[in-house]
């Protein structure tokens, strides 16, 4: 499938004979897990998108939407004690990364059991021994930060990857070209994962960006870089699992470019008035979870019905996280000081 | 050398020496930033570290501050101590996103279930002819940050005892370390000590009036007592050492005991940690104690500027100490 040229054109012949392998060697399992997950993610953006619409939400949220190839194909690709850092947007990166599903829910509706006990909300889910080393929400700001967890990967001969995720708007910072020299330098075991949803903000990446596409600048700092389609989650895989196998062989870093859509606004005052209809629809239609499920049902490695069993199976699991997490109790303002420093 | 150990050394000895006993006994500690490898920093501090301890613990970077700060934190954030360098503290604003919204944030925002046990080394101040972005004093934008403490030591031996500490703190420790302090000599232990961080020291008794200061204007404020000894004003001098946490019961006591507080620093007074530090005497005990109003003398409001006598003017020296202590023993009177 081609993308419109008002988008950011990708190729995807070079990826497209890498699918058709990956259905075929994956093991059946793992693409059910990973259908699990982005049905669980987009289940879960609907139901926080629901909550906040009935007033149960105090905070803003960034759904994901959409997106959910590029953060399942990124991360069912790391070992399970790799580790992530990632960004505001990051719903759908905690649930690949094996989040319990009611501890987010809980954080989002900023509960004392929450994942953050509800002091960071959205924005800043963190599950430390899950190896999700949090999402940051000033645009970019995890890039610097993940050079020094792949240092100290490095420095104590760790065999664990790095992925550092970020969205289009943080490649025009700054931290983005001192982060991604350094790791370069070092040749740092951390995989740089652009979520190209097309807009940072209201800005259209393609007049806030001198080149296309984005994977274009690992060229400067002398380092891997590919754009694959993000909404075709085995595409995703494919290149991050190039890109992981070769960091954790101490060859450096790389730069993937998850070219994808994000269907709802940036956050909840977003009123859509950067973009038309008719291109939401045309992303729409390219919905990563239908197809992914037509590929599994043409490659015959999954029926139809078993499918919407997992997908009715992942709704019912965020259904109880959600009524369960409602019932948590709130955390307490005392000692609020007490928690600022590390003893 | 005294039979205890002690020897007189630098300032700057003193760090390089706190360093290399850290590094020695916890492999986890590495140094991060510009310079400070083959050429051992630009004031000289890592001057032979790297030959003992080699390039990977001794990390020279590229000019990119954000990213220095940046690895230092994530290092930290994965239970390593970096302690990072930055070659002169005007170019902390190039790190200020990573040490204000990552390193201050990451432990609370993640609900207590991480920590950053960072230290960031930085030489600050004025005195040195390097002019309006190379002079600066910017510590009350970091005092005002929850979630990093600030430390400034004024002799070779708190620089040392501090040093390990703020290594051994499991926080973002802003280490503030004066240019023109580093080539002052001192008596200083040769063993490892640690100096707790949040307690000031009286470092000259008195009783008509207290001075509190931090960092150079310590030194300074010492030499105006002495000359004020000499017309017979008998001032204390309180060194805080430890700017956040701030030792606030040493601050009431010496005020308490005096009655006049004459408050000293370099960076400008607008703003300034001054400002603060008259808010926490007039909101203790000792403010019934006050026989005159709080007194603040700082830099003035001005860009450090090159030229000698106009950098002279631009912060307080012995002799504005003198003026301004010594108005303030009389006044009321």
């Known amino acids: 499938m081609s993308l419109p040229d008002t988008i950011t054109e990708v190729d995807t012949s070079a990826t497209a004979s890498d699918v058709e392998q990956l259905v075929d060697k994956l093991p059946r399992e793992r693409l059910a897990w990973m259908l699990q997950k982005m049905c669980e993610i987009r289940y879960f953006e609907e139901e926080a998108e629901d909550l906040y619409t009935r007033g149960l939400v105090h905070g803003t949220m960034h759904l994901s939407i ?72 000033v645009v970019g700001s995890g890039i610097p930060t993940s050079v020094g967890i792949a240092l100290a990967l490095k420095m104590r001969n760790s065999s664990q990857v790095l992925l550092s995720l970020f969205g289009d708007g943080a490649v025009n910072l700054g931290e983005f070209h001192e982060s991604l020299n350094m790791a370069a330098i070092w040749r740092l075991p951390v995989v740089f994962i652009c979520e190209n949803n097309q807009y940072g903000m209201s800005g259209p990446v393609e007049k806030m960006s001198s080149v296309k596409p984005l994977s274009i600048r690992a060229v400067a700092y002398g380092m891997p870089g590919e754009t694959v389609d993000g909404n075709a989650v085995l595409a995703v895989y494919s290149a991050v699992q190039k890109a992981i196998t070769r960091a954790r062989a101490g060859h450096g870093p790389s730069l993937i470019e998850n070219v994808t859509y994000r269907w709802r606004g940036h956050s909840k005052s977003d009123r859509n008035v950067y973009r038309t209809p008719v291109e939401i629809e045309s992303w729409k239609r390219r919905c990563p979870i239908a197809r992914f499920k037509q590929l599994l049902q043409d490659a015959q490695v999954m029926q139809m019905e078993e499918m919407d069993g997992i997908d009715q199976e992942a709704k019912a699991t965020v259904q109880r996280a959600t009524q369960e997490a409602l019932s948590l109790p709130e955390p307490s303002p005392d000692n609020l000081e007490d928690e600022v420093y590390a003893p | 050398m005294n039979g205890d150990g002690t020897r007189e050394i630098s300032y700057l000895e003193a760090l390089r020496e706190a360093l290399s006993q850290e590094m020695r006994r916890n492999p986890e500690v590495f140094l991060i930033g510009e310079d400070i490898g083959v050429y051992g920093g630009a004031f000289g501090v890592t001057r032979g570290i790297l030959e003992e301890f080699g390039p990977e613990r001794v990390r020279d970077t590229p000019i990119s501050e954000a990213a220095i700060a940046g690895a230092a934190t994530g290092a930290a954030l994965m239970g390593m101590r970096p302690v990072m360098e930055i070659m002169f503290m005007d170019f902390m604003t190039i790190s200020m996103n990573q040490l204000v919204n990552q390193a201050a944030k990451i432990r609370f925002m993640f609900g207590g279930k991480a920590s950053i046990p960072m230290v960031i080394r930085t030489p600050a101040g004025s005195g040195t002819g390097a002019a309006a972005q190379h002079s600066q004093s910017l510590e009350a934008w970091f005092i005002h940050v929850p979630g990093i403490k600030v430390v400034a030591p004024a002799t070779p031996s708190d620089a040392k005892g501090l040093l390990i500490a703020a290594i051994r703190d499991n926080n973002p420790v802003l280490f503030l370390e004066h240019k023109l302090l580093y080539g002052n000599k001192g008596p200083v232990p040769a063993e490892s000590y640690t100096i707790p961080l949040g307690q000031a020291k009286v470092r000259r008794e008195g009783s008509h009036a207290t001075i509190l200061a931090y960092s150079i204007m310590v030194i300074r404020a010492l030499e105006a007592a002495e000359r004020l000894a000499a017309e017979g004003i008998q001032v204390e001098v309180v060194d805080l050492r430890s700017l956040k946490p701030l030792d606030k019961e040493t601050i009431a006591r010496s005020v308490s005991k005096t009655g006049r507080v004459l408050i000293v620093h370099e960076a400008p007074q607008t703003g300034g940690f001054g400002g603060e530090l008259a808010a926490v005497v007039a909101e203790s005990d000792a403010f019934h104690y006050l026989d005159a109003p709080i007194r603040r003398l700082a830099g003035r409001d001005i860009p450090i500027p090159y030229n000698r006598v106009l950098e002279r003017a631009a912060v307080p020296q012995v002799e504005d100490i003198v003026a301004a202590a010594r108005a303030l023993t009389y006044e009321g009177r």
């Open chain 1, 66 to 137: 959409g997106q959910e190839a590029s953060s399942v194909g990124s991360i069912a690709a790391l070992a399970p004690d790799d580790l992530i850092i990632h960004h505001h947007r990051g719903h759908g990166h905690t649930i690949a990364k094996g989040a319990d599903i009611t501890l987010m829910m809980a954080e989002f509706l900023g509960k004392e059991p929450g994942y953050c006990r509800g002091r960071g909300g959205s924005m800043h889910i963190a599950d430390i021994p899950g190896g999700n080393l949090g999402a940051t929400g």
